[in-house]
C-alpha cells in the first residue's frame, strides 16, 4: 500500500472532487488491442538499448527486478544485488489490480451485479447500528475507484485499522468526509470490502478465487497472502508474488484479457471498463480507473499498477509493452522521488521502443 504524504486538508480534498470524472465515455477508454508484432530485425536492434538502460537503472539503489516485454518478446530483463526474478517478493499495492480483476470475472460470471450494485446487498449484517444513510449509497464502482466517501484506511489511519478486532465493521463505521462518487479517497479498507465481498457471493476465500480463476494464465502464481481476524484475504495489500508473476499477470491486461494460447480469463469489456479515468489522485495528479492509475509518458497513454516501495506494473497498449518493476519493499516511494525515477525509466523505455 503507498504510503502517500499525509493529506489531512478537507478543502483539499474538496477541491479534487471538483475535478472532471468519466465514468462511461468510451472516448477516453485505452485500447486493449495488442501493437502489431515487431520485426525480429527491429527487436535485435532494441534488446542492446534496453540493456544500456537497464544496466543505467543499476544507480536506482532500491530497485530490485525489471522485466520488459513488448508483445510476448523480451527485450530486457534484470535482477539487482541478490535479488531474482523468480523470488517472491511483497507486491504491496499493486495488488489492488487483482481484487479489482477478481471483481470483473465475478461479474462476468454473474455473482455480482455490476459496478452499479450497492454493497449494503452482501454487506448490510457488517453496518454499524444506526448507520449513515451514505453507506446504503456506495456502490462495487466506487470502492473500485476509491470514492467510497468514507475516511481512508491508509496513510495516518492505516495502523489502528489493522489493529482493530473486526476490519470490515471498523472500516464501514468510519466517518463520511466526502459523499459516495465524490473525489478521491485512496484506502486500502475499500479493496479489502471488495474482497469481502468476493468472499461472501461465492462462498470461496479470495485466493481460492484468484487461484482458480486465473488459473489458465501461464506463470501466474499468488505466495503468502494475510488475512484479516475473521480470515478474510486483505484485498490490496501484503501479497507474496514473483517479478515474473507480476509480468504475466500484466500481460494478461496487454492482450485484453486473454492467456498466450488465446484462452478468455477476462472480458476485454472489463479491462476497457478498468482504464477509464474516473478521478484524480490528490496525491500526484495522475486519473485512476477501477484500481489502475492513468499517465501520459513520452506521448504513450501508460495504464500502471502502484505498491509502497516501488512495485510497478506498467502496461503501454499503443506500444505492446508490459514492464514490471520490484523494489525494495520497506523504502518509501512517494515522498522520496523514487516513484518519478522508475516513472523516468519507464518513459525512456517508451522512448527507445517508440523511436
Same mark, same amino acid.
Given at each position: 500500500?503507498?504510503?502517500?504524504?499525509?493529506?489531512? /486538508?478537507?478543502?483539499?480534498?474538496?477541491?479534487?472532487?471538483?475535478?472532471?470524472? @468519466?465514468?462511461?465515455?468510451?472516448?477516453?477508454?485505452?485500447?486493449?488491442?495488442?501493437?502489431?508484432?515487431?520485426?525480429?530485425?527491429?527487436?535485435?536492434?532494441?534488446?542492446?538499448?534496453?540493456?544500456?538502460?537497464?544496466?543505467?537503472? $543499476?544507480?536506482?539503489?532500491?530497485?530490485?527486478?525489471?522485466?520488459?516485454?513488448?508483445?510476448?518478446? +523480451?527485450?530486457?530483463? /534484470?535482477?539487482?544485488?541478490?535479488?531474482?526474478?523468480?523470488?517472491?517478493?511483497?507486491?504491496?499495492?499493486?495488488?489492488?489490480?487483482?481484487?479489482?480483476?477478481?471483481?470483473?470475472?465475478? @461479474?462476468?460470471?454473474?455473482?455480482?451485479?455490476?459496478?452499479?450494485?450497492?454493497?449494503?446487498?452482501?454487506?448490510?449484517?457488517?453496518?454499524?447500528?444506526?448507520?449513515?444513510?451514505?453507506?446504503?449509497?456506495?456502490?462495487?464502482?466506487?470502492?473500485?475507484?476509491? /470514492?467510497?466517501?468514507?475516511?481512508?484506511?491508509?496513510?495516518?489511519?492505516?495502523?489502528?485499522?489493522?489493529?482493530?478486532?473486526?476490519?470490515?465493521?471498523?472500516?464501514?463505521?468510519?466517518?463520511?468526509?466526502?459523499?459516495?462518487?465524490?473525489?478521491?479517497?485512496?484506502?486500502?479498507?475499500?479493496?479489502?470490502?471488495?474482497?469481502?465481498?468476493?468472499?461472501?457471493?461465492?462462498?470461496?476465500?479470495?485466493?481460492?478465487?484468484?487461484?482458480?480463476?486465473?488459473?489458465?494464465?501461464?506463470?501466474?502464481?499468488?505466495?503468502?497472502?494475510?488475512?484479516?481476524?475473521? #480470515?478474510?484475504?486483505?484485498?490490496?495489500?501484503?501479497?507474496?508474488?514473483?517479478?515474473?508473476?507480476?509480468?504475466?499477470?500484466?500481460?494478461?491486461?496487454?492482450? #485484453?484479457?486473454?492467456?498466450?494460447?488465446?484462452?478468455?480469463?477476462?472480458?476485454?469489456?472489463?479491462?476497457?471498463?478498468?482504464? @477509464? /479515468? $474516473?478521478?484524480?489522485?490528490?496525491?500526484?495528479?495522475?486519473?485512476?480507473?477501477?484500481?489502475?492509475?492513468?499517465?501520459?509518458?513520452?506521448?504513450?497513454?501508460?495504464?500502471?499498477?502502484?505498491?509502497?516501495?516501488?512495485?510497478?506494473?506498467?502496461? +503501454?497498449?499503443?506500444?505492446?509493452?508490459?514492464?514490471?518493476?520490484?523494489?525494495?519493499?520497506?523504502?518509501?516511494?512517494? $515522498?522520496?522521488?523514487?516513484?518519478?525515477?522508475?516513472? #523516468?525509466?519507464?518513459? $525512456?523505455?517508451?522512448?527507445?521502443?517508440?523511436?
Amino acid at each position: 500500500m503507498p504510503k502517500f504524504e499525509v493529506m489531512n /486538508r478537507r478543502t483539499l480534498l474538496a477541491a479534487m472532487a471538483t475535478l472532471p470524472v @468519466i465514468s462511461t465515455a468510451r472516448a477516453f477508454a485505452q485500447s486493449t488491442e495488442p501493437a502489431a508484432p515487431p520485426a525480429s530485425a527491429n527487436l535485435e536492434a532494441l534488446r542492446p538499448r534496453i540493456a544500456t538502460l537497464l544496466e543505467d537503472a $543499476r544507480r536506482l539503489d532500491t530497485l530490485e527486478t525489471v522485466i520488459v516485454t513488448r508483445n510476448s518478446e +523480451t527485450l530486457g530483463e /534484470r535482477a539487482y544485488g541478490n535479488n531474482s526474478l523468480t523470488g517472491s517478493t511483497n507486491i504491496k499495492s499493486a495488488s489492488k489490480c487483482v481484487v479489482s480483476a477478481l471483481v470483473g470475472i465475478a @461479474i462476468d460470471k454473474g455473482l455480482l451485479e455490476g459496478v452499479d450494485q450497492r454493497i449494503e446487498t452482501v454487506l448490510r449484517s457488517e453496518f454499524p447500528a444506526n448507520p449513515d444513510p451514505r453507506l446504503s449509497q456506495i456502490t462495487i464502482g466506487h470502492l473500485l475507484s476509491m /470514492r467510497s466517501g468514507l475516511d481512508r484506511m491508509s496513510g495516518p489511519n492505516y495502523g489502528r485499522w489493522v489493529a482493530s478486532r473486526n476490519w470490515t465493521r471498523f472500516a464501514l463505521a468510519a466517518d463520511f468526509v466526502d459523499e459516495p462518487g465524490g473525489g478521491m479517497l485512496y484506502s486500502t479498507a475499500s479493496t479489502h470490502l471488495l474482497s469481502v465481498i468476493l468472499t461472501k457471493v461465492s462462498g470461496k476465500p479470495t485466493l481460492a478465487l484468484a487461484r482458480e480463476w486465473l488459473e489458465p494464465l501461464e506463470g501466474f502464481r499468488i505466495g503468502s497472502w494475510d488475512r484479516d481476524p475473521q #480470515g478474510f484475504y486483505l484485498g490490496g495489500n501484503q501479497m507474496a508474488m514473483t517479478p515474473r508473476s507480476l509480468h504475466a499477470f500484466g500481460e494478461l491486461y496487454r492482450r #485484453g484479457g486473454v492467456t498466450e494460447d488465446g484462452t478468455r480469463v477476462i472480458s476485454e469489456a472489463w479491462i476497457r471498463e478498468s482504464w @477509464i /479515468r $474516473r478521478t484524480n489522485s490528490v496525491f500526484n495528479g495522475d486519473g485512476y480507473g477501477y484500481a489502475w492509475f492513468l499517465k501520459e509518458m513520452a506521448g504513450q497513454q501508460v495504464n500502471y499498477a502502484w505498491g509502497y516501495g516501488g512495485q510497478m506494473l506498467y502496461i +503501454t497498449p499503443s506500444l505492446g509493452l508490459t514492464v514490471a518493476m520490484t523494489s525494495n519493499e520497506a523504502a518509501p516511494s512517494a $515522498r522520496t522521488g523514487y516513484r518519478d525515477e522508475l516513472h #523516468g525509466l519507464m518513459t $525512456r523505455i517508451i522512448e527507445t521502443v517508440g523511436a
